[in-house]
């Protein structure tokens, strides 16, 4: 059985990927080289294009395989349709970033780049479009933006990457590139969970008539065989696989990593166009989750708390809330605390680990250890970095009941710190003082009594109680206060202050504060 390497071409619109994708190609797909009628009519792709390159198997790999499907996945490239590229981005297994030898990187090559230092899958950059260039000069052309290539590449994860410059309208190259696709092939590390729960990211849906539904998309983990059952999770339904095919060749069972479509009857294509089946219950719908926060240094604005971000996960883009939390714990365990963050602070010197509860608009289809990417997709200016973070489903909410969903907030042990200030009034005797200013008149002072707060002299005493119908309080103290902070309390110049600090858990209905 041949193994499926899927391969993302991405790059800035018209940068020459549909293009490309064609002559490296010896199999179409029912969706390949922009055969949508409107990206015709446009002249730009608007959605993920399949096609594939069928090769013998390198020496390296003919132990493993008798062959390779080389899978290319044709990503838009217009910044309109990032949220169909994150999309792309979940199930390859390699990246071809192409770059207009005329133009350079352009904002949505760097965007392309950043989806491909999160997903840490190895990369080819191909120059295309050298045949543009007048023969005389292609060489220092070449030579120029390879440098400047280079140069771009140095600081992220991909610093040494191979640069190959093409044409792939003249096919100049071509052979080149397939040589250095097939040594980065032996190089990949293919740790597909074939005994995982099967699951199946469907792009395209579409009927034939007399024959069924044909879902088309990538196994992203397990097996899958004819007559198996599968659930479509958005909709509860559950199906039989009918037939499945390659690439428009007939097979009985496909594994994590396959290009396949899959045939089921009785169900309505309109109903869906992209989205995943599954093994029942592997996949689950929720309205939030939590992931381990971390921040695109190329977006430069601040990322606050109870802001709202495009929240990209699997094929799904929706708006969400985020609410940041810490602690200086890497992994997130629902028995540890959390302190509440306004905002990420960037160089933090107290190296502590950023989480995020994201609470979604409307319910989502979430798996374990999904990746999600929040975006400020409405940004008006062209030039920017609209990826702001990134991170793994940690855990989920796995009801949209809405009690459900409240008992799952407050198992989240976030808390803010709290301080309050008041001064010594007077005092009572060598264990106790009258304290004012700590509280508003309308405080209930009665919730913080065996509250344990400190002196600007040093002396840690403990709240016994309300003192008159103001907002006054006595504090206690276990041992006499010395003699130096009696002498100031008597004195008319005292300025001895008063400090409380205590947590106050966010979620909890309750509202109780914790020292």
Do not use: W
Not at 313 to 320: C, D, K, L, S
Request: hydrophobic share 35%; charged share 25%.
């Amino acid at each position: 059985m041949p193994l499926n390497i899927n391969i993302g071409l991405l790059g800035h619109v018209d940068s020459g990927k549909t293009s490309l994708s064609k002559i490296l190609s010896n199999i179409s797909s029912t969706a390949a080289f922009d055969k949508n009628p409107q990206s015709k009519e446009r002249g730009i792709t608007l959605d993920l294009g399949f096609s594939a390159l069928s090769i013998d198997a390198p020496e390296r790999l003919k132990e493993k395989t008798d062959g390779l499907i080389l899978t290319f996945v044709d990503c838009p490239g217009h910044n309109s349709l990032i949220r169909t590229i994150i999309g792309g981005n979940l199930i390859i297994d390699m990246m071809i970033l192409v770059v207009d030898i005329q133009k350079g990187f352009e904002p949505q090559t760097g965007e392309c780049l950043i989806l491909g230092e999160i997903n840490k899958k190895p990369m080819i950059v191909v120059l295309n479009k050298i045949d543009m260039i007048e023969e005389s000069k292609r060489d220092t052309a070449i030579e120029k933006m390879t440098k400047k290539v280079s140069k771009t590449l140095e600081p992220t994860i991909f610093k040494g990457t191979k640069t190959i410059p093409v044409s792939a309208v003249k096919n100049i190259n071509i052979d080149k590139l397939i040589e250095s696709i097939k040594e980065e092939a032996c190089k990949l590390e293919l740790r597909r969970p074939n005994d995982a729960s099967f699951l199946f990211a469907f792009d395209h849906c579409f009927s034939i008539k007399g024959s069924g539904t044909i879902l088309s998309g990538t196994v992203l983990q397990g097996t899958i065989k004819i007559n198996d059952s599968i659930e479509i999770p958005s909709l509860k339904m559950d199906r039989k696989i009918k037939s499945m095919q390659m690439f428009k060749k007939p097979i009985e069972k496909a594994i994590s990593g396959d290009r396949v479509g899959i045939c089921i009857t009785n169900f309505d294509s309109k109903l869906l166009e992209r989205g995943l089946i599954c093994n029942k219950g592997t996949v689950e719908t929720s309205y939030a989750t939590v992931i381990k926060l971390n921040r695109i240094k190329y977006f430069k604005r601040d990322i606050k708390s109870k802001t709202k971000f495009h929240c990209s996960i699997g094929h799904e883009t929706v708006m969400a809330t985020i609410i940041i939390f810490s602690n200086n714990i890497n992994e997130f365990d629902f028995g540890s605390e959390y302190q509440y963050e306004d905002m990420i602070i960037e160089n933090d010197e107290d190296n502590r680990h950023y989480f995020a509860l994201i609470e979604f608009e409307h319910p989502v289809l979430i798996y374990d250890d999904m990746l999600l990417i929040a975006s400020k997709l409405d940004t008006e200016q062209t030039n920017v970095c609209r990826l702001a973070f990134y991170g793994n489903i940690l855990v989920k909410n796995s009801s949209i009941d809405k009690n459900s969903h409240e008992s799952f907030l407050q198992r989240l042990k976030i808390y803010k710190e709290k301080s309050r200030e008041g001064n010594v009034q007077r005092l009572v005797n060598d264990y106790e003082i009258i304290v004012i200013n700590l509280f508003k008149k309308e405080t209930d002072r009665s919730k913080f009594e065996r509250m344990k707060c400190k002196l600007s002299t040093g002396e840690v005493g403990i709240i016994s109680g309300s003192f008159g119908q103001s907002s006054k309080v006595k504090v206690q103290f276990s041992s006499p206060l010395s003699q130096t902070t009696i002498d100031s309390i008597k004195s008319s110049k005292s300025d001895i202050k008063v400090h409380l600090s205590f947590k106050k858990f966010i979620f909890d209905k309750n509202h109780r504060m914790v020292q």
